[in-house]
């Protein structure tokens, strides 16, 4: 079984690449957003343009990721994953870097991240797109729908625009905000939750310890 999860206003309580951007890049950044938002530009576009703006050094950059707050049950549900041998994986359109040193800081690791490359040039920042498909139907940095396909019985997490396209084909979706709406529009069976005590307290009643073989996946038919 892999759970996999969203990373920003997921994992984290903020869109981290935002926090970044408006702290350290040139202003212009906004704009770029609003074309991005008004359909202009896709997101891997608006990503990597925003990025190039950053004004300042990876130390910095560091210092300022040690304030960002993650989900209060998150290390909690990473233990249980651990304990039950439930492959966990991060999947994000954000950037990696922020997503490493951000769980480094909170003393997390054995997780796979799957999500756009921060690149040092002689200029700045800039980003690769290790996960981009050319037919991705959201144009994104990193093709969720692509990173999932093949994957076998799983879990979703998740709570904005980029997981839509994954809700569709995921054997159960924990999901808030835009997701939750989203996946009660298009009648996509999913567990609302506000933080990952609640994801924690499902996943409990589900998984069975004397049972291991039965988690094959009784689990989604169950939620």
Not at 124 to 138: I, K, N, Q
Not at 195 to 210: N, P, T
């Amino acid at each position: 079984m892999t759970f996999f999860c969203d990373f920003d206003g997921t994992v984290v309580t903020d869109d981290v690449t935002d926090l970044v951007l408006e702290r350290f890049a040139l202003p212009e950044w906004r704009d770029i957003e609003a074309r991005w938002e008004a359909g202009l530009i896709n997101s891997a576009e608006c990503m990597q343009a925003q990025i190039r703006l950053i004004q300042a050094g990876r130390e910095e950059i560091d210092a300022f990721l040690e304030q960002v707050e993650i989900d209060p049950g998150f290390k909690d549900f990473k233990q249980f994953c651990d304990r039950h041998e439930i492959q966990l994986v991060i999947v994000s359109d954000g950037v990696d870097y922020f997503i490493q040193r951000i769980l480094a800081l909170h003393s997390i690791s054995g997780i796979r991240i799957i999500a756009n490359r921060l690149v040092e040039t002689e200029a700045g920042f800039d980003l690769d797109f290790p996960y981009a498909r050319p037919d991705c139907r959201v144009a994104a940095g990193v093709c969720k729908c692509a990173v999932l396909e093949g994957s076998g019985p799983h879990l979703y997490v998740g709570d904005g625009r980029s997981d839509f396209c994954v809700a569709h084909s995921a054997n159960m979706v924990f999901a808030k905000h835009k997701l939750a709406a989203y996946c009660r529009r298009k009648a996509i069976p999913h567990v609302v939750y506000s933080d990952f005590f609640d994801v924690l307290d499902a996943m409990r009643s589900y998984v069975s310890l004397s049972q291991p073989s039965s988690r094959q996946f009784s689990l989604s038919q169950q939620l």
